[in-house]
């Protein structure tokens, strides 16, 4: 994970509690249905041979990284870090007991059996008793009841349909695209299309290709995604939750402690009108999505 600038650490306690105080009328929507923000960059990590080993490994690993730093070191490092970030993000949760996380796991080229095991049981042992199982309609108030607070989206359906505490992966509508404009059409283009039954995320995030970086010699991801974001901002501002053909639900984007986009997202739920009501793990549409207006 990259590191954590002071802006974004301000962004996560100013909105630490923010699913604890949405109106009660929405606590029985389908997290699915509601407006989420979430972060692109979350879990990417840029290691060197400097990094040090964490103080939280085995004495025996750091002393082999010590001996063998060139054969054990990268392969360490990834999974320490790793391990180090799903604690942070347990103990987070602790201090917030009604608010829920999605982690998706993801891009798992190399990844063998053995690795998959591991990590499952690293996520199982770590989060226990918080995940949610994938049978559960995951409203807020279902959340609160069983104390869950996890939701792990998992990229292999072999492994999705071994563990019911894994739920499938959750689409990404990526634009790849290097321009603003060209972005917002085409999820424009994608919402016409109708959006998935249950989670899913809209990426605000440009990517840059080859010739981008060769008219821009001095530019970077991050000024790319910044100067972006002002456009971006006005379509958040426009778009809605719910479960209708063309409404949002998560929309994930690169370094969103800037320009208010988590408050955007978040303030985006002002707009529903308590679109369905569900009964044990059914839900039923009943006088589905009256938007009010923006």
């Known amino acids: 994970m990259e590191a954590t600038s002071k802006r974004s650490i301000h962004l996560c ?8 105080q949405l109106p009660e009328n929405l606590w029985d929507v389908p997290l699915h249905y509601l407006s989420l923000p979430g972060s692109h960059d979350t879990m990417t990590y840029c290691l060197d041979k400097n990094s040090a080993i964490s103080v939280n490994e085995s004495k025996l690993l750091q002393v082999i990284d010590k001996c063998m730093p060139c054969i054990i070191h990268p392969i360490i490092m990834k999974w320490s870090i790793t391990q180090d970030i799903l604690w942070e993000i347990l103990k987070w949760l602790q201090a917030h007991p009604q608010e829920v996380v999605i982690l998706a796991c993801r891009n ?13 049981s690293c996520i199982k042992m770590i989060f226990h008793s918080k995940l ?14 069983y104390g869950y607070q996890v939701i792990i989206s998992y ?29 917002i059409q085409y999820l424009e283009s994608m919402k016409k299309n109708g959006r998935p039954d249950c989670f899913f995320v809209a990426g605000i995030n440009l990517t840059e290709n080859l010739e981008y970086i060769l008219e821009h010699p001095f530019g970077s991801l991050k000024k790319m995604a910044l100067s972006s974001l002002p456009f971006l901002k006005l379509w958040i501002k ?3 939750p719910g479960p209708k053909r063309e409404c949002i639900n998560i929309i994930a984007g690169d370094f969103i402690g800037n320009h208010d986009f988590v408050n955007d997202v978040i303030e985006l739920n002002k707009k529903i009108i308590p679109p369905l009501h569900y009964y044990g793990n059914e839900t039923e549409l009943k006088d589905v999505s009256r938007l009010s207006a923006s």
């Open 13 to 20: 306690y100013e909105n630490g509690d923010w699913m604890s």
């Open 108 to 120: 798992f080229d190399g990844l063998t059996k053995e690795l998959h095991h591991h990590l499952i």
């Open 132 to 145: 949610c199982p994938k049978d559960v309609v995951p409203t807020l108030r279902n959340m609160w009841t």
């Open 155 to 183: 990229e292999d359906v072999n492994e999705v349909m071994k563990h019911r505490e894994l739920w499938p992966a959750i689409p990404y509508w990526w634009g790849n695209k290097t321009a603003t404009q060209d972005l």
């Open 238 to 240: 426009q778009q809605y």
